[in-house]
């Protein structure tokens, strides 16, 4: 089992900067594929940013690409998103979650933590 928990989302204007984290515990994620997805109100969740954990790689969706950044601290079991030039449609609840890199389904969800941006 992995346990995963996310901070750092809060209340910012239009054009700020947040820094998500997600603290892995449980089962080494050293193999995993690390996500970030985002989920606004009546809206699908929305894949944002992967990164296999072993070697770095990174995919970006069309809507964050060039805004934020997905990255992987091993020393402290940590997965970061940071999110700059944010907008109002950035309003979502993000989630993290971890898929094993076996599969690739993304098996292991925080609990989401609420991101809202005021225009």
């Known amino acids: 089992q992995v346990q995963l928990v996310e901070s750092g989302g809060g209340l910012v204007q239009a054009g700020g900067s947040l820094r998500l984290s997600c603290a892995a515990s449980g089962r080494t994620v050293s193999t995993y594929l690390m996500g970030w997805f985002r989920q606004a109100p009546g809206k699908e969740r929305e894949l944002l940013a992967a990164?296999?954990?072993?070697?770095?790689?990174?995919y970006y969706a069309d809507s964050v690409k060039g805004r934020f950044t997905i990255s992987r601290d091993s020393a402290n079991n940590t997965v970061y998103l940071q999110m700059n030039s944010l907008k109002f449609e950035d309003t979502a609840v993000y989630y993290c979650?971890?898929?094993?890199?076996?599969?690739?389904?993304?098996?292991?969800w925080g609990q989401g933590t609420q991101v809202t941006v005021s225009s």
């Open positions: 990164i296999f954990w072993s070697i770095g790689s990174a």
């Open positions: 979650a971890a898929a094993p890199g076996r599969t690739r389904k993304y098996t292991y």
